[in-house]
């Protein structure tokens, strides 16, 4: 067991206590592992952007292969994305962490047609430049200990759930709650 305090300009300390497997002290410290659950948050944050921003909060595919195709396609655009933002990052020396994942993929969109429809090499380059640049200006504030809640946003649809076989399935007519119209 680690206790330690995570303490916040304003706010009270919060004090952790993190129960672990990982016995031997001198080859997982205290410290680095109380740092280790604080940056947990970050990837939370990045397994949001795979889901919302990309589109995979519902996959499409009904069969385990054609799935497992659809997401191998959907984190190879994830390692895009992410590739490009180290890049932007690294030429415009911006902090990964500020740089907008969704305004890269915004940014993508048109310059990847651009780029395809350039009639030379060298237009092609100095539109991937301009690409980096873009997103290197596409930054988010710099916001310490921003509390994130998990809400959801999707509204629910006005109609019955399908929870049977469709040939089985029959709308419910005196359900006002199911129709749009119903007052």
């Known amino acids: 067991m680690i206790r330690f305090q995570l303490a916040s300009p304003g706010y ?22 109380a740092r280790l659950y604080v940056r947990r948050w ?10 919302t921003s990309m589109g995979m909060e519902v996959l499409r595919c009904k069969s385990p292969r054609m799935l497992h195709k659809e997401l191998e396609m959907f984190f190879i655009a994830y390692n895009f994305i992410r590739c490009l933002m ?3 990052g690294a030429i415009h020396h911006v902090e990964l962490d500020r740089l907008s994942f969704k305004g890269t993929v915004d940014s993508v969109r048109p310059f990847s047609l651009a780029i395809a429809q350039a009639r030379s090499k060298k237009k092609q380059n100095q539109l991937i430049v301009e690409l980096l640049a873009v997103i290197a200006r596409d930054q988010v504030p710099d916001r310490p200990d921003r509390l994130e809640p998990r809400a959801v946003k ?3 649809k006005p109609y019955q759930l399908l929870n049977r076989a469709r040939h089985v399935m029959k709308e419910i007519a005196h359900r006002s709650k199911y129709r749009k119209t119903a007052k």
Not at 12 to 33: C, F, N
Not at 42 to 51: A, G, H, N, P, T
Request: proline share 8%; glycine share 0%; net charge positive.
């Open 12 to 33: 009270r300390p919060e004090s952790v206590t993190l129960v672990t497997t990982l016995l031997d002290a001198k080859q997982y410290p205290a410290q680095e592992m």
């Open 42 to 51: 970050k990837i939370e944050l990045w397994f949001r952007d795979i889901k």
């Open 86 to 88: 180290v890049q932007a």
């Open 154 to 156: 999707r509204r629910p």
